[in-house]
């Protein structure tokens, strides 16, 4: 902190006179740059958002580095940049799982105005135990935050407002739009149904009353009633995280998957994908689990996948065949009919 503002300070609170203060105000103080989500130092489990306050409006570029991976110069000096969008600056980032160092650059021209530092936690859909302790959690709908967004955006909306209310009527939608853009999108999330999972009495504002399978199994009667009947349960169900494979908003792979199946299954069971799976064939290769048309009636001609053979919910009997039988050759012969 410059002394000249601390002595100023110091007379201020003291009683001083107020001329010191009137001098020190005619030149401009500008706030520096914060991080205004996610806060410093603290763990997120969605790639999402990044919101910088610039604060000082002589930046002409910023740069923002993670871990090592510079952006190209960002152009938010403009006139038109800042009547659309002030002094902030919102990114989806790409952090990488586990600890991101994040570094922001701001420039006015070619002159480097101020550098910020920070390390962000990316824990995919975690339920927090894998998390070090020395980052906290984080929400961007906390009073401080919206605090900043109030000036443009609706931040105290009736129920009405984030209740099945389409478009850009809707309070969510301006922040939230590309949550119903991709190819395949959750039922709540196409009617506009916002406050269903996340209700305005929500603590932190807006969090789910209840948490993954409890929630889902509000809508999702059959599935719960079908689970109830399996004897296995895959680990993900057991441990109630649906959202570990399924988006609870939209994704571009059938049934809001996280990935494509078969690359969902793989991020766990990766030996699977190293080694012989299942039988060599007579040329000494793994049976294949992808690549090729399902050939099983129930495939309906579908690519062979993961869950051509296995529920990846669970089953009667162990690895969750799809026939409810322990007898390996039955499951073969849902293809090869002999």
Same mark, same amino acid.
């Given at each position: 902190?410059?002394?000249?503002?601390?002595?100023?300070?110091?007379?201020?609170?003291?009683?001083?006179?107020?001329?010191?203060?009137?001098?020190?105000?005619?030149?401009?103080?500008?706030?520096?740059?914060?991080?205004?989500?996610?806060?410093?130092?603290?763990?997120?489990?969605?790639?999402?958002?990044?919101?910088?306050?610039?604060?000082?409006?002589?930046?002409?570029?910023?740069?923002?580095?993670?871990?090592?991976?510079?952006?190209?110069?960002?152009?938010?000096?403009?006139?038109?940049?800042?009547?659309?969008?002030?002094?902030?600056?919102?990114?989806?980032?790409?952090?990488?799982?586990?600890?991101?160092?994040?570094?922001?650059?701001?420039?006015?021209?070619?002159?480097?105005?101020? !550098?910020?530092? =920070?390390?962000? +936690?990316?824990? %995919?859909? $975690?339920?927090?135990?894998?998390?070090?302790?020395?980052? /906290?959690? *984080?929400?961007?709908?906390?009073?401080?935050?919206?605090?900043?967004?109030?000036?443009?955006?609706?931040?105290?909306?009736?129920?009405?407002?984030?209740?099945?209310?389409?478009?850009?009527?809707?309070?969510?939608?301006?922040?939230?739009?590309?949550?119903?853009?991709?190819?395949?999108?959750?039922?709540?999330? !196409?009617?506009? =149904?916002?406050? +269903?999972?996340? %209700?305005? $009495?929500?603590?932190?504002?807006?969090?789910?009353?209840? /948490?993954? *399978?409890?929630?889902?199994?509000?809508?999702?009667?059959?599935?719960?009633?079908?689970?109830?009947?399996?004897?296995?349960?895959?680990?993900?169900?057991?441990?109630?995280?649906?959202?570990?494979?399924?988006?609870?908003?939209?994704?571009?792979?059938?049934?809001?998957?996280?990935?494509?199946?078969?690359?969902?299954?793989?991020?766990?069971?990766?030996?699977?994908?190293?080694?012989?799976?299942?039988?060599?064939?007579?040329?000494?290769?793994?049976?294949?689990?992808?690549?090729?048309?399902?050939?099983?009636?129930?495939?309906?001609?579908?690519?062979?996948?993961?869950?051509?053979?296995?529920?990846?919910?669970?089953?009667?009997?162990?690895?969750?065949?799809?026939?409810?039988?322990?007898?390996?050759?039955?499951?073969?012969?849902?293809?090869?009919?002999?």
């Amino acid at each position: 902190m410059p002394d000249r503002f601390s002595q100023l300070f110091f007379q201020l609170r003291a009683g001083g006179v107020l001329l010191p203060l009137l001098l020190f105000f005619a030149t401009p103080v500008f706030a520096g740059l914060s991080l205004i989500y996610p806060e410093p130092s603290s763990f997120v489990t969605q790639s999402r958002h990044l919101i910088l306050k610039l604060g000082n409006p002589e930046i002409t570029t910023v740069i923002v580095t993670v871990n090592g991976v510079a952006s190209d110069p960002l152009p938010v000096g403009t006139v038109e940049y800042r009547r659309a969008f002030r002094d902030f600056l919102i990114l989806q980032p790409l952090w990488d799982k586990g600890k991101n160092q994040l570094l922001v650059d701001t420039f006015a021209g070619e002159k480097r105005l101020e !550098s910020f530092k =920070s390390e962000i +936690y990316y824990s %995919p859909n $975690s339920d927090g135990s894998d998390i070090p302790k020395e980052f /906290r959690s *984080t929400a961007l709908h906390r009073p401080e935050a919206e605090r900043e967004c109030t000036p443009c955006h609706n931040m105290k909306p009736t129920e009405k407002q984030v209740s099945d209310v389409p478009d850009k009527d809707n309070a969510c939608y301006l922040c939230h739009k590309r949550m119903g853009t991709q190819k395949f999108v959750h039922g709540p999330v !196409s009617t506009y =149904s916002c406050a +269903y999972c996340h %209700p305005l $009495s929500g603590k932190p504002k807006y969090a789910t009353i209840k /948490r993954e *399978t409890k929630l889902c199994f509000d809508c999702h009667v059959e599935k719960q009633k079908q689970l109830k009947g399996f004897k296995f349960l895959h680990g993900p169900i057991a441990a109630d995280l649906c959202e570990v494979c399924h988006d609870p908003h939209s994704s571009d792979n059938p049934d809001q998957l996280r990935q494509p199946i078969n690359k969902l299954c793989l991020s766990c069971h990766e030996q699977v994908g190293k080694g012989v799976h299942v039988v060599a064939v007579g040329d000494g290769t793994s049976h294949p689990i992808g690549g090729k048309t399902d050939p099983a009636e129930r495939g309906k001609g579908r690519e062979l996948s993961c869950v051509s053979c296995h529920d990846p919910h669970g089953g009667k009997v162990r690895y969750y065949f799809v026939t409810g039988d322990d007898n390996k050759m039955e499951l073969c012969q849902m293809c090869h009919k002999k």
